[in-house]
């Protein structure tokens, strides 16, 4: 697990890159790193993200977890938690059919 943040900006090696079935010549599972402009927007997020939320939320928490789960790869961590919170099916809507206002990360 990565105790420090600037480890989310280290350069991943090719190496490391996730693929679909086929290895290296397939396509990446992950968004590419040299997508610089989307690997900063995933990590404006991700800090976003654990700094607005309470230390003890549920979201945070799971997040981390995803990021512990994909060392060097903060897109796919961030990907697999919007995955998991569509999965629980999403913040609670109230009566009126709208999502909850309160807390824009649950």
């Given at each position: 697990m990565?105790?420090?943040?600037?480890d989310?900006?280290?350069?991943?090696?090719?190496?490391?890159?996730?693929?679909?079935?086929?290895?290296?010549?397939?396509?990446?599972?992950?968004?590419?790193?040299?997508?610089s402009e989307?690997?900063?927007?995933?990590?404006?997020?991700?800090?976003?993200?654990?700094?607005?939320a309470?230390?003890?939320?549920d979201v945070?928490?799971?997040?981390?977890?995803?990021l512990?789960?994909?060392?060097?790869?903060?897109?796919?961590?961030?990907?697999d938690h919007?995955?998991?919170?569509n999965?629980?099916?999403?913040?609670?809507?109230?009566?009126?059919?709208?999502?909850s206002?309160?807390d824009?990360?649950r």
């Amino acid at each position: 697990m990565h105790t420090k943040y600037r480890d989310l900006h280290e350069p991943i090696p090719p190496e490391r890159w996730g693929y679909t079935a086929g290895g290296p010549n397939a396509q990446p599972s992950t968004v590419t790193v040299d997508d610089s402009e989307l690997h900063q927007q995933v990590l404006d997020i991700i800090q976003n993200v654990l700094s607005t939320a309470d230390p003890r939320s549920d979201v945070r928490r799971r997040l981390l977890r995803h990021l512990a789960e994909n060392p060097g790869h903060p897109e796919q961590a961030l990907l697999d938690h919007l995955r998991e919170r569509n999965r629980r099916g999403g913040p609670p809507q109230p009566a009126g059919g709208r999502g909850s206002r309160l807390d824009p990360h649950r």
